[in-house]
């Protein structure tokens, strides 16, 4: 078994040389010694106090305290005096934290001056003021406005709600004049079964009899029967479903203003059948002095036509109201016919058919 010897050479010259040390001096390697410390000569003029001594940190104070403290407030340091703690010099009115937020609203408002209304906002509307002169309804007067034909001191007015003086020039064009003369009324016998508006509780309106079919063969009004008299064609007034007699439906507005307005004064006249025993006092009640709902109602002409039928002449027409009126003096009603509305007659028209309203003839 062969062994095998390293050889050690010395280093060559390619090895980095080692660093030298630097020798300390003697005073630095004795540390038995104190340090000596090397004098700034910027620092000659300074203190010759000890680094580690700083100088005393100078409270800052202020020269009057006193002076400093709000005018009027005590400098004592309990707060508030005693007199002010107990309430004493306190006003006895309320503050308004101690009051409700809605009273302190109110009285707020209550010395607010209310704000004037403008003027404008006063005056009627274009509308109601051509109504009340009766030149049409309020309904026909906003189509006539929206389609210009209305002028009001020589100005064309198109804008619905227009407020106008009640004195003003109102002048209407021949278009809305020719346009009114188009419109009907029809004088219909209405029936038992149908109801006087739209249809309810499966039962037809009277509407639906105005057909050519059921026209009266004596209709002397001279008008041709038309698809569009259909349009816009509403009662004037209503007729209860088991009630009979003459129904007004019309396309005029001014004809339901002057039945059915809240100022109407036309009168309406009935046959009515009853049975009961009449009070004692009920056939002046009757004439005068029920009321209906809490309201008082107007004046009535009531009296016999024979031992089971009474008349009635009305000026206004309150739902159901000869029937609730009967119920007050112990009568029952049997059969309500409607003969006449204002001065035009039901006459010889026959149940269930209808005629137009003469140009001749005025409620």
Same mark, same amino acid.
């Given at each position: 078994?062969?062994?095998?010897?390293?050889?050690?050479?010395?280093?060559?010259?390619? !090895?980095?040389? &080692?660093?030298? *040390?630097?020798?300390?001096?003697?005073?630095?390697?004795?540390?038995?010694?104190?340090?000596?410390?090397?004098?700034?000569?910027?620092?000659?003029?300074?203190?010759?106090?000890?680094?580690?001594? &700083?100088?005393?940190?100078?409270?800052?104070?202020?020269?009057? !305290?006193?002076?400093?403290?709000?005018?009027?407030?005590?400098?004592?340091?309990?707060?508030?005096?005693?007199?002010?703690?107990?309430?004493?010099?306190?006003?006895?009115?309320?503050?308004?934290?101690?009051?409700?937020?809605?009273?302190?609203?109110?009285?707020?408002?209550?010395?607010?001056?209310?704000?004037?209304?403008?003027?404008?906002?006063?005056?009627?509307?274009?509308?109601?003021?051509?109504?009340?002169?009766?030149?049409?309804?309020?309904?026909?007067?906003?189509?006539?406005?929206?389609?210009?034909?209305?002028?009001?001191?020589?100005?064309?007015?198109?804008?619905?709600?227009?407020?106008?003086?009640?004195?003003?020039?109102?002048?209407?064009?021949?278009?809305?004049?020719?346009?009114?003369?188009?419109?009907?009324?029809?004088?219909?016998?209405?029936? *038992?079964?149908?109801?006087?508006?739209?249809?309810?509780?499966?039962?037809?309106?009277? *509407?639906?009899?105005?057909?050519?079919?059921?026209?009266?063969?004596?209709?002397?009004?001279?008008?041709?029967?038309?698809?569009?008299?259909?349009?816009?064609?509403?009662?004037?007034?209503?007729?209860?479903?088991?009630?009979?007699?003459?129904?007004?439906?019309?396309?005029?507005?001014?004809?339901?203003?002057?039945?059915?307005?809240?100022?109407?004064?036309?009168?309406?006249?009935?046959?009515?059948?009853?049975?009961?025993?009449?009070?004692?006092?009920?056939?002046?009640?009757?004439?005068?002095?029920?009321?209906?709902?809490? #309201? &008082?109602?107007?004046?009535?002409?009531?009296?016999?036509?024979?031992?089971? &039928?009474?008349?009635? #002449?009305?000026?206004?027409?309150?739902?159901? !109201?000869?029937?609730?009126?009967?119920?007050?003096?112990?009568?029952?009603? *049997?059969?309500?016919?409607?003969?006449?509305?204002?001065?035009?007659?039901?006459?010889?028209?026959?149940?269930? !058919?209808?005629?137009?309203?003469?140009?001749?003839?005025?409620?």
């Amino acid at each position: 078994m062969s062994t095998l010897k390293l050889n050690k050479t010395p280093a060559t010259a390619d !090895q980095p040389r &080692q660093k030298t *040390v630097r020798r300390m001096s003697p005073e630095l390697r004795d540390r038995t010694k104190a340090p000596v410390i090397k004098k700034d000569p910027r620092a000659e003029g300074a203190s010759e106090s000890t680094p580690n001594e &700083q100088a005393p940190r100078k409270e800052k104070t202020f020269k009057d !305290q006193a002076a400093r403290k709000p005018a009027g407030k005590p400098a004592h340091a309990g707060g508030r005096p005693s007199a002010a703690r107990s309430g004493a010099g306190r006003s006895e009115k309320p503050r308004d934290k101690d009051r409700p937020y809605a009273a302190k609203t109110v009285d707020r408002l209550a010395r607010r001056p209310a704000p004037a209304a403008p003027e404008s906002d006063l005056q009627p509307r274009l509308s109601k003021v051509m109504a009340d002169r009766g030149l049409c309804s309020r309904r026909e007067a906003d189509d006539w406005i929206a389609n210009g034909w209305v002028k009001v001191d020589g100005e064309i007015i198109e804008t619905l709600g227009t407020r106008i003086a009640p004195d003003a020039e109102i002048v209407i064009s021949a278009y809305a004049k020719e346009h009114q003369a188009e419109t009907v009324t029809i004088l219909l016998h209405k029936p *038992v079964g149908y109801v006087s508006g739209q249809a309810e509780d499966g039962y037809e309106p009277a *509407v639906v009899l105005f057909n050519p079919d059921n026209q009266w063969a004596e209709d002397s009004s001279g008008i041709d029967f038309k698809r569009g008299h259909l349009r816009g064609l509403a009662p004037a007034g209503r007729l209860d479903i088991d009630s009979t007699g003459l129904l007004v439906l019309t396309q005029d507005g001014r004809v339901a203003r002057k039945l059915i307005g809240d100022d109407s004064n036309v009168e309406k006249e009935y046959l009515v059948r009853v049975e009961g025993q009449l009070s004692n006092n009920g056939l002046a009640l009757l004439n005068h002095g029920l009321s209906l709902d809490g #309201v &008082q109602l107007r004046p009535a002409k009531v009296s016999w036509q024979n031992e089971d &039928q009474l008349r009635f #002449v009305l000026r206004e027409g309150r739902k159901r !109201q000869i029937r609730r009126m009967c119920e007050l003096v112990g009568l029952h009603v *049997v059969g309500l016919k409607r003969i006449r509305i204002g001065s035009i007659n039901l006459g010889k028209l026959p149940p269930g !058919q209808w005629r137009y309203l003469g140009a001749h003839e005025r409620f």
